[in-house]
């Protein structure tokens, strides 16, 4: 097992895992909280690598993340004035923002396919630079403070009245129509809040990786599905904080499977067969359970009858 996971590995797995765990966070805010499928996931993310990679290039890659959140809340805005105030279905409004995003996307890149960071400071290099204990591990401590600082500002916020709000919206809208609260308001709240996650996630992947491209943010959706499922699966439904640390861990684990897929030498292009294995399983992993709970409970009132016999 340990020539599986070396510390490498891990580590990768960690920086890797902490990164898409913003993006598993957001749809966690998405869909289980607003109850809305948004699939503008993917051209969100790309969105954030893009702007983030520009400002980089011009020697700004701190306020590239901001900027990446901001274009990304942007993003959010649209896919919900498209479901508020068009009428859309929210999954054809994400598809839509989505589409839309593929244009916008190279034009900020300069309508290349790529860009390069390389020979240029990022966030990564600026804090590991700090102190010389930082330069093995401190990419790893910053992800942590971020996904961290992220996982209480948003219990606290949820924990607002305006957070309460949203968290009713997706439980009612009725009931929150009712009570004098414009749903549309907490939506877009929402969403921007979720695409602006998503977009901070890809601001740091463009850094982390040092290039980015068009097509980065492809299947995103599922990466951060399968996480947010296994996460879930793992924690249950029990207090905000809580479920967003499943979520956390959820995304890492996610990551060793895929380090641990590598290491046994699976393509890469099947890759996406496996993460849609996981989240097969993670989600019919319940009824799995009951399956084999009435099995052993069948096989055991078989056996009663047998003795009785």
Known sequence: ??????????????????????VAIALFISYS????????????????????AVFT????????????????????????????????????????????????????????????IFGTDTVFTLFSGLHPVLSEWGTVLLLLLIVLFVAFLLRWFFGTGLGLSIRATGDSPAMVRASSINPAFTITVGLCLSNALTALSGSLIAQYNKASDINLGNGMVTVALASLVIGESLFGKRKLLLRIFGVILGAI??????????????????????????VAIAISSTRIQEL????KLRRNAIRERGKDA
Request: proline share 2%.
């Open 1 to 22: 097992m340990a020539e599986f996971f070396t510390v490498g590995i891990i580590q990768t797995a960690l920086e890797i895992g902490l990164i898409y765990a913003l």
């Open 33 to 52: 909280i607003l109850n809305i499928a948004d699939l503008s996931t993917d051209g969100s993310f790309t969105l954030g690598t893009a702007v983030s």
């Open 57 to 116: 290039i011009a020697g700004h890659p701190i306020l590239g993340v901001f900027m990446a959140m901001l274009s990304g809340s942007l993003s959010g805005f649209c896919t919900a004035f498209l479901q508020t105030t068009l009428g859309i279905e929210s999954i054809l409004s994400g598809i839509i923002v989505n589409t839309g995003l593929y244009t916008i996307n190279l034009a900020v890149m300069g309508f290349s396919s790529n860009l390069s």
């Open 253 to 278: 684990l996610y990551r060793i499977v895929i380090a641990l897929a590598l290491r046994l030498r699976i393509p890469t292009e099947a890759f996406k067969l496996v993460s849609a294995l996981i």
């Open 292 to 295: 084999l709970h009435y099995a």
